[in-house]
Nanobody, 114 residues
Framework: QVQLVESGGGLVQPGGSLRLSCAAS????????MGWYRQAPGKEREWVAT???????NYAGSVKGRFTISRDNAKNTVYLQMNSLKPEDTAVYYC????????WGQGTQVTVSS
């Protein structure tokens, strides 16, 4: 079973930046399309971005142009660079495989507030 550990969240002012990391155990990571998701208080979890095993990326409209997803297969890690952060980006951020989920990690809290 793959374990996922997210990190890098925190409190940032509007317009600021954060870089999230997600470390995954297991060699299957390299073959898997990975995604970042987020869940704001009182809302359902939503998809944010995808990076395939071939490093093709895709983004939700609300973050396109501001967020960048990437991966380092040598480190079994996927990243989310978040720029021009807005208060509506406040949420717990999770990573997971696309389509067929592994067990969810604990997530990392991102709070955008002045």
């Amino acid at each position: 079973q793959v374990q996922l550990v997210e990190s890098g969240g925190g409190l940032v002012q509007p317009g600021g930046s954060l870089r999230l990391s997600c470390a995954a155990s297991g060699s299957i990571f390299k073959l898997s399309a990975m995604g970042w998701y987020r869940q704001a208080p009182g809302k359902e979890r939503e998809w944010v971005a995808t990076v395939t095993s071939g490093r093709v990326t895709n983004y939700a409209g609300s973050v396109k142009g501001r967020f960048t997803i990437s991966r380092d297969n040598a480190k079994n890690t996927v990243y989310l660079q978040m720029n021009s952060l807005k208060p509506e980006d406040t949420a717990v951020y999770y990573c997971n495989r696309i389509a067929t989920y592994w067990s969810w990690g604990q997530g990392t809290q991102v709070t955008v507030s002045s």
